[in-house]
């Protein structure tokens, strides 16, 4: 029986992303359509740098797709920010309907998710999906104020300053200039906790959440990693990639040749001083937008498996010595053919 | 043109719901299924009391409903602690994949909208909604600690200790003792802002969200107060009651008749010394659960709009200078004839 697989039939039509200078500097940094280096975008506080982060990706997005907000039948968006005011603040000049996620850095394949079930199915012709995450914000909330100057753990990882927005639109109508890029399958994750309490290794916490699902998608869809020419997850890290590897060898599946991770793509490890790899809602969405999708609609890659990874513990849960559960949403994308080059 | 408005064919196919003592005292008591007087449901933190009557009303809702956890395609959650760790702890125990929401105290709205939308389109033949709030949780985190004693203001607003979950079906499919109450149509809300900034007086900055969701949703269906048996908010309390049937006026509306918030109804408004009246995601989904089905259920009322209300904002976000954003989703629920007692 087919449990939890979701066939879908929706083309992503443009996306836009906005990072910080450290985002600009890494390996990918030229995929990127904007950058504030010092990652204030012109406010006050970083919270408002982070919600206006979304609503220039989210113009971007509309920009290039060719589309005006009342094209938009909602608009899903979340962050990692108390009560996710990166998003209710950032996209409150837009118009559109808006339904409010949280899953945590799972937020990016959660918002595509849905936007594609949305469209797929007819409910509207076309859905956006947005999130972001920023390093200063973050680190004050989660961790420490970053006056404090607080040393780092091998492990812990470096939350991306960066938001990405992405239009999808249903497959069965012709929308001229939309990406050569499908969402053709997807799979919700189960909520897992697995013993870690560490929040300096989160990757370790989410690995489990990705395996779980990984080999229920490839049970239900009968694949398996030979089929893909690449399996990204979001942000488990060096760490936490290993783990997930592990974890699905143990199983009797080798990924090695196909995987890897937003977050250790992002940065360059050593000479970025990022230890654990990035995270963070806009790691995965940023490197989607512009190191992923740029290779699914080139016709290099013809079908990846994109999964984000979230955390969903808060600084109080492990405060009360509560363990950190973890989902992973997956999508499969696949090459929609034709000429579309991606700008 | 059709804007937003989502043609739905859902049956409601149980509910559960566990609420406090002062909800189980006040005028709706008798239709909640579980009650902690002292509201710690056996719990040594207050976040961890909020996470077990989620548990509780899930399961209370599949025992109801005849289903195992296998039977639902998705689980949507979302409550108002900080990285909505009331679901994502209180759900970990359901092997059953999980879509977190962030919508404030409007994610009861949302929730059943996206279950709606799964089960009506046959993405699922069943999805499930939760949500909770719980009064000690919430005043430590976005007002103070309860030890300080603070005094409230007097549109200040109480956050409902409940939480409410529910199974909805797909109505091309008979399920077996599924209750008389369907989900007909629904309008996602837009996120608005009209410049209040006082956290005890969330009525006021939620009434424009609802005016604005009403107004669309009258316009795309043709419809007027008079074709509904009620109007129901989800916590606009008495202040913000009072204004939006004063915004709806001012736009030629007149709902006088039909209007009812669930913050109103679900205490007694001096016995109880609740100021503005309840609030939280729990009040309107309890108040729908224990209160506004049955009605439906029994054929008293026959057709009603049900809108939860969202403020967006966070603790830090108003002190940071900013407005309370709000939005509001509607529901439109049916009597769906038949013999179903509701239980």
Redesign the interface.
């Known amino acids: 029986m087919n449990?939890?697989l979701?066939r879908l039939n929706a083309t992503i039509l443009s996306c836009g992303t906005a990072v910080g200078g450290k985002e600009k500097e890494g390996p990918l940094g030229e995929g990127f359509d904007l950058c504030d280096p010092d990652g204030r975008f012109g406010q006050?506080?970083w919270?408002?740098a982070e919600s206006e982060m979304q609503r220039l990706a989210l113009n971007v997005a509309l920009k290039k797709g060719a589309c005006k907000e009342?094209d938009i039948?909602?608009l899903f968006a979340?962050d990692?920010?108390?009560?996710?005011?990166g998003s209710?603040?950032g996209?409150?000049s837009f118009?559109?309907?808006?339904?409010?996620?949280?899953?945590?850095c799972s937020t990016c394949a959660?918002g595509l998710?849905?936007s594609s079930?949305?469209v797929s199915?007819?409910?509207y012709p076309r859905c956006a999906a947005v999130t972001s995450s920023h390093f200063c914000s973050a680190e004050r909330q989660y961790r420490t104020p970053l006056e404090y100057g607080s040393q780092r753990a091998p492990t812990a990882q470096w939350t991306v300053t960066g938001a990405g927005a992405f239009l999808v639109g249903d497959a069965k109508i012709n929308h001229v200039g939309a990406l050569s890029a499908k969402i053709t399958r997807a799979?919700?994750?189960?909520?897992?906790?697995c013993g870690i309490h560490d929040a300096a290794n989160m990757g370790a916490a989410m690995a489990p959440a990705a395996a779980d699902t990984l080999l229920r998608f490839f049970k239900e869809s009968c694949t398996r990693p030979a089929d893909y020419d690449a399996i990204l997850t979001g942000d488990l890290g060096f760490e936490g990639g290993d783990i997930l590897l592990d974890l699905m060898r143990a199983e009797g599946v080798d990924m090695t040749e196909q995987y890897a991770d937003c977050g250790c793509l992002i940065y360059e490890r050593k000479k970025q001083d990022v230890h654990g790899g990035g995270s963070g809602c806009g790691c995965s969405a940023v490197v989607l937008g512009g190191y992923l999708l740029p290779r699914i609609c080139s016709g290099e890659w013809k079908r990846i498996l994109f999964l984000s990874t979230?955390a969903?513990?808060?600084?109080?849960?492990l405060k009360?010595g509560?363990g950190i559960?973890a989902?992973a949403?997956l999508l499969e994308l696949e090459y929609a053919g034709g000429v579309r080059v991606y700008e």
């Open positions: 449990q939890g979701i006050k506080t919270e408002g009342s039948g909602v979340g990692l920010l108390n009560q996710c005011v209710s603040y996209l409150l118009n559109i309907p808006y339904l409010g996620l949280y899953g945590a959660e998710l849905l079930v949305l199915y007819g409910v799979l919700p994750g189960i909520v897992c906790e979230g969903m513990m808060s600084p109080d849960s009360q509560q559960p989902v949403h």
